[in-house]
């Protein structure tokens, strides 16, 4: 093995990834779903009383498997960073034009004690560094709230899983099509919120 030559071992090593220390105020980011889209959704008339449930499952990177098939996909990300104040996989579709970042989440139902047909909303909360356009989709089975999102700053977007069957398997994501960079924090799915018409 060869001797490094002197000057070479003097050289400063600096970190690839410098420690982010940035604080996120997650309050700033609001739903996509507003109290009159639930109305809409849910066929009801008048004024509204929402009753939100907490999540049953929420994935993040330091968080990546739950129960069952529940999982994440990453994709094209440039960094996951876990030793962050706030967790995150930062994304830039500038830096892998090849292929379209994407986070995606499988879930499964009956690994969770649920046995009967329910309606799950699976929501995406991400940050954008400017404009971005994204598809969100989800399957194998028909899903509510998909299609192209423009977003630009604090973000989280929901896909809804009508009438699921406790044994299907499900997959929901977002994938950059357009836009800067952005992070994702955390992927969770609950049920919808109680609404109640007053």
């Known amino acids: 093995m060869k001797d490094t030559p002197a000057k070479a071992a003097g050289k400063k090593v600096t970190e690839v990834e410098r420690f982010d220390k940035r604080s996120v105020n997650f309050t700033k980011f609001k739903p996509d779903l507003t109290a009159k889209d639930l109305q809409k959704l849910f066929g009801r008339t008048g004024r509204l009383v929402v009753f939100p449930f907490g999540p049953i499952e929420t994935l993040s990177p330091t968080r990546t498997i739950g129960?069952?098939?529940?999982?994440?996909?990453?994709?094209?990300?440039?960094?996951?960073?876990?030793?962050?104040?706030?967790?995150?996989?930062?994304?830039?579709?500038?830096?892998?034009?090849?292929?379209?970042?994407?986070?995606?989440?499988?879930?499964?139902?009956?690994?969770?004690?649920?046995?009967?047909?329910?309606?799950?909303?699976?929501?995406?909360t991400i940050q954008t560094f400017g404009q971005s356009t994204f598809t969100l989709s989800g399957g194998p089975v028909p899903v509510t709230n998909a299609g192209t999102k423009v977003l630009n700053g604090p973000a989280k977007v929901s896909l809804i899983f009508p009438n699921l069957s406790p044994v299907q398997q499900v997959f929901g994501f977002m994938e950059q099509t357009a836009g800067s960079a952005w992070s994702w924090f955390s992927t969770s799915v609950q049920f919808p919120p109680i609404v109640i018409s007053q």
């Open 67 to 124: 129960r069952g098939r529940t999982n994440l996909t990453i994709i094209m990300s440039t960094i996951v960073q876990i030793d962050s104040n706030i967790p995150n996989a930062t994304f830039d579709r500038r830096a892998t034009p090849s292929r379209n970042p994407v986070i995606q989440m499988h879930f499964e139902p009956i690994a969770y004690g649920i046995t009967s047909v329910a309606t799950y909303i699976m929501e995406f």
